[in-house]
Nanobody, 114 residues
Framework: QVQLVESGGGLVQPGGSLRLSCVAS????????MGWYRQAPGNQRELVATITSGGNTNYPDSLKGRFTISRDNAKNTVYLQMDRLKPEDTAVYYC????????WGQGTQVTVSS
């Protein structure tokens, strides 16, 4: 059974950094496009970043320069480095694995507040 397990969320002050991790099991990780999405209360889930099997990355313009996605195929893990965090980055962050099917993790809460 495919599992995606996120970790690394928490409470951080504005301007701070966090690194999220997502470990995948029971998939051929290296062929999957991996992504991070987020959902704030009352909002729809939105794209944060994706990384293809070849390492190409994609970000919405609003997050370019602050967020960085990377992957370690040897560890079946995708990371999201988040810098210069803002209160509006507060959300539940979800990991996604996409090939012919789409799989989601349970999410990890990120709260940016002083």
């Amino acid at each position: 059974q495919v599992q995606l397990v996120e970790s690394g969320g928490g409470l951080v002050q504005p301007g701070g950094s966090l690194r999220l991790s997502c470990v995948a099991s029971d998939i051929t990780f290296e062929v999957y496009e991996m992504g991070w999405y987020r959902q704030a209360p009352g909002n729809q889930r939105e794209l944060v970043a994706t990384i293809t099997s070849g390492g190409n990355t994609n970000y919405p313009d609003s997050l370019k320069g602050r967020f960085t996605i990377s992957r370690d195929n040897a560890k079946n893990t995708v990371y999201l480095q988040m810098d210069r965090l803002k209160p509006e980055d507060t959300a539940v962050y979800y990991c996604n694995a996409l090939l012919r099917m789409s799989y989601w993790g349970q999410g990890t809460q990120v709260t940016v507040s002083s």
